[in-house]
């Protein structure tokens, strides 16, 4: 069953300006509901462009997203109701905090979704506990946290709005290794405690490969591929090509295959990786 | 002597004024440090660690609180010194849009010359060369809000070198840039490092970056925690990850793999070091 | 989408007006409206209609771009068009109905008022479209230095331009971004009644004002870094030379000055 459909969706910027660029073309895409998306493109390649039309702050140029089998773009309060559907956490995220305490600023979404007070308050609660701010952490200024506590509290603030869908572009960003782990970590709590469908837009592909059911590909404004890991990365070549950055250990693998090893092509992280090499080493002994 | 900077027993702390009364944040404890001229130094770190705030003592935007930073042989803590610690150690910093002054990429690389009374035609002469080093020479008559952000920091880094400093402090240059735009920044950092000799202090939290430097030093809670070659550092996998930080891909393979007792060596850091060493392995184990 | 706002009016070009020196440009400007309000004849103020559009003609600029520049006074001129047809009240009268009386001076004043507007838009924004903003810093700074003298901080101000120019851009961007990402925790901005909305500006404008201050913080310390210390003793890059193009162009606006007054003289 997918969450999120597409069916030709274009999208062009500057229509009738010498400035025009098509940023995507053509999308046909299946979102299954439940699953973790990796979403991995260079910039330019329309991957930001995509994650906005699906919570409609972009309206496609023709084509059309369904989201819930549901077509929203002309009807007001559908519009509305979808952003809520639709969670949607920016790149750099704590940028957009305002509110007088953490509280108040995660309670922002859901109090625009018009929730009693409550509900309201157990959402809070739940998420901050999720994303790992203490309580006394909720009635301080959102400015003076520290840089880490700000992102989870900015992700926080879209996280209960418990949409059915969660997009994060670039969650980790700017952050140093264990920073980078505890989001990736807490974005896969969520993602088991809600069981929403969750699409991560990332750079890294050591990152995605850690995380993703699936991965989409997107290069200049097409679907490349949309497949499990092990198919896509199985095409590491060509995703060099495009000029993605494909994980180490695969980089490796390549190269060992060229020696002729014959190992298999689909390796992608550091524990597969070992898997593998294991499993060979104690066959040939 | 040719210690390009050199900081001895050096301890610096934040104060905010804003609080009643002023509450001080430690973040430099005792730190001793030497940077070799024409060396490439990567400093590592988790975030709040001290890393950010150690470049700034390194041309004298911090004051130390105690201990003394030499740059060149100038102490920072002398005012009369600023300009000329600022022109020989010039600083890059993570957000592109926040160190871009003019709105035209050539006026800005101009900038620094221009604060020095640099004659006009020496300038002209010095922005072009900086901009040609950098591979922006084509852009020089762009508004620089309409480059990538990876063309933004080599603008940023041609501001640096049209002082001709002998050395770059970089912190996190890379940060917010895309893969292609790390690719584009850290080949301009060897190039300068390599061809030119300019000294590089370059701050990150990407293993992969700090692997390419002659030397890295590792910090946390405001002290030196290691320091050695990346081969040296990178070969203690666990300590790094206790630090919170991690090690290339490849090392972690080699490490796992030596845990489970193959024969591999542990300073493994490059992706060729480790194709050549597990072809070695795979071969060895062919041959009972 | 808001980012697409191009700034200011320039308008790039290779005409000889482009590349005159942006000071004689900005000075044969004031000239100009001087002119323009020299001119006491219908015949005065035709030399300054002629000279705006051989000046137009000479730039390139589209004629497009002339309507573009106007539209947004057209209120302003028909305001003064009507305030000066119906309160002057002296000459023939031409109509008259209760305490409306319109004579011809009222109209004659009225036409001269509406050309004076009309030249005096059109000719600045030449000004504007052939000099790029830095470029117009730079000349105001310049023609200004002297006032140094008596203290007044020219440097900085031109400066503080600079910098607000090259920040503009930037903060139009951040303000797109922060608005889409309040959207999506489903603010509204653009329903409800007007207090709605002016809330609805909050969790946009604290954002914006965080981080503007973050970034002047930021982009004070690289100019630090790069030995920025005020104006004393600093050379520019781009030296301001007056070409030949450029002493013909004050010849060019001389004679048309001289048209001026002869008419003043001659047709009284």
């Known amino acids: 069953m997918s969450i999120i459909k597409t069916e030709g969706l274009t999208y062009v910027y500057g229509e009738n300006t010498p400035f025009r660029k098509v940023a995507l073309d053509n999308v046909d895409l299946e979102i299954n509901e439940g699953e973790i998306l990796g979403v991995i493109g260079h910039t330019g390649s329309g991957k930001s462009t995509l994650i906005q039309h699906f919570n409609g702050l972009m309206k496609p140029t023709s084509g059309r997203v369904l989201v819930d089998g549901e077509d929203f773009a002309a009807d007001k309060e559908k519009l509305r109701a979808v952003r809520f559907k639709v969670g949607l956490v920016f790149q750099y995220p704590e940028y957009q905090l305002f509110e007088e305490t953490v509280y108040k600023d995660i309670a922002y979404g859901p109090k625009n979704m018009k929730l009693d007070e409550q509900e309201i308050d157990r959402r809070v609660r739940e998420t901050a506990e999720l994303v790992g701010l203490d309580p006394e952490i909720l009635d301080k200024s959102p400015f003076e946290l520290s840089g880490g506590q700000k992102r989870r509290a900015a992700i926080a603030g879209v996280m209960a709005m418990e949409p059915r869908v969660l997009i994060l572009d670039e969650p980790a960003s700017g952050l140093d290794p264990q920073g980078r782990d505890r989001i990736f970590e807490i974005i896969k709590r969520y993602h088991e405690e809600k069981g929403s469908t969750v699409l991560i837009v990332s750079h890294s592909m050591e990152d995605i490969a850690r995380l993703a059911d699936r991965i989409l590909v997107m290069n200049e404004g097409k679907v490349f591929c949309c497949a499990e890991p092990p198919a896509v990365f199985s095409r590491s070549t060509e995703l060099e090509q495009i000029g993605l950055s494909v994980p180490q250990v695969t980089r490796v693998f390549n190269a060992l295959n060229e020696l002729g090893f014959g190992l298999p092509q689909d390796v992608y992280t550091v524990k597969y990786a070992e898997k593998v090499l294991r499993e060979r080493l104690e066959q040939e002994s | 002597m040719n210690n390009f900077i050199q900081a001895k027993n050096l301890k610096f702390s934040y104060i905010n004024e804003m609080e009643e009364p002023p509450v001080k944040t430690e973040v430099l404890k005792d730190v001793t440090l030497d940077v070799k001229k024409g060396e490439f130094l990567a400093v590592l770190g988790h975030n709040g660690s001290g890393k950010s705030t150690l470049a700034k003592c390194f041309n004298a935007i911090n004051i130390p609180e105690s201990g003394t930073v030499t740059v060149n042989g100038l102490d920072t803590a002398d005012e009369d010194n600023l300009l000329a610690i600022r022109k020989s150690a010039g600083m890059v910093f993570q957000n592109p849009d926040n160190q871009i002054v003019a709105t035209i990429v050539e006026e800005d690389v101009a900038f620094a010359l221009e604060n020095l009374g640099v004659e006009p035609a020496e300038i002209r002469r010095r922005v072009d060369e900086a901009l040609k080093t950098v591979g922006m020479y084509e852009y020089r008559l762009h508004a620089p809000h309409k480059l990538s952000g990876g063309q933004k920091q080599r603008v940023a880094i041609a501001g640096v070198i049209a002082m001709k400093p002998d050395c770059i402090l970089l912190d996190e240059p890379t940060a917010m840039l895309d893969p292609r735009g790390r690719k584009e920044v850290m080949d301009t950092i060897k190039q300068l490092n390599r061809e030119q000799g300019v000294t590089i202090v370059l701050i990150t939290h990407y293993m992969d970056e700090a692997a390419q430097a002659d030397r890295v030093v590792v910090i946390d809670e405001g002290e030196i925690m290691l320091d050695g070659t990346p081969k040296q550092i990178f070969s203690q996998v666990d300590t790094m990850k206790n630090l919170g930080l991690d090690v290339p891909q490849v090392t972690e393979l080699c490490h796992r793999l030596r845990k489970a007792g193959c024969n591999l060596p542990a300073d493994v850091i490059t992706e060729e070091e480790c194709v050549k060493a597990l072809a070695q392995l795979l071969r060895k184990g062919a041959q009972p | ?268």
């Open chain 3, 1 to 268: 989408m808001l980012k697409d706002i191009t700034l200011g009016q320039y308008f790039p070009g290779s005409s000889v007006i482009h590349r005159m020196d942006a000071r004689v440009k900005l000075v044969l400007t004031i000239v100009f409206i001087v002119m323009l309000f020299a001119a006491h004849n219908i015949w005065g103020l035709m030399v300054g209609v002629a000279f705006t559009i051989i000046s137009f003609a000479i730039s390139r600029i589209p004629a497009s771009m002339i309507g573009k520049s106007l539209k947004p006074i057209i209120p302003l001129v028909i305001f003064t068009a009507l305030l000066n047809v119906l309160f002057v009240r002296t000459g023939d009268v031409y109509w008259q109905w209760n305490f409306i009386k319109i004579t011809n001076e009222g109209v004659s004043t009225a036409v001269y008022m509406v050309i004076r507007i009309v030249c005096l838009i059109v000719g600045s924004s030449l000004l504007t479209y052939t000099t790029s903003p830095i470029d117009l810093t730079d000349a105001i700074e310049r023609l200004l230095s002297p006032l140094k003298k008596i203290k007044v901080p020219v440097h900085e101000l031109a400066m503080m331009m600079t910098i607000a120019l090259r920040f503009i851009p930037t903060l139009i961007e951040e303000t797109d971004k922060i608005m889409n990402a309040q959207k999506a925790r489903g603010s509204e901005l653009d329903t409800g009644t007007m207090g709605d909305k002016v809330r609805g500006m909050i969790p946009i404008f604290i954002p914006l004002f965080v981080s503007s201050f973050r970034r002047a913080e930021e982009l004070a310390t690289a100019m630090e870094c790069r030995c920025y210390h005020g104006g004393e003793g600093r050379t520019r890059m781009k030296q301001m030379k007056t070409a030949m193009r450029d002493w013909v162009g004050c010849g060019y606006t001389a004679v048309f000055m001289a048209a001026v007054v002869v008419m003043n003289i001659v047709i009284k």
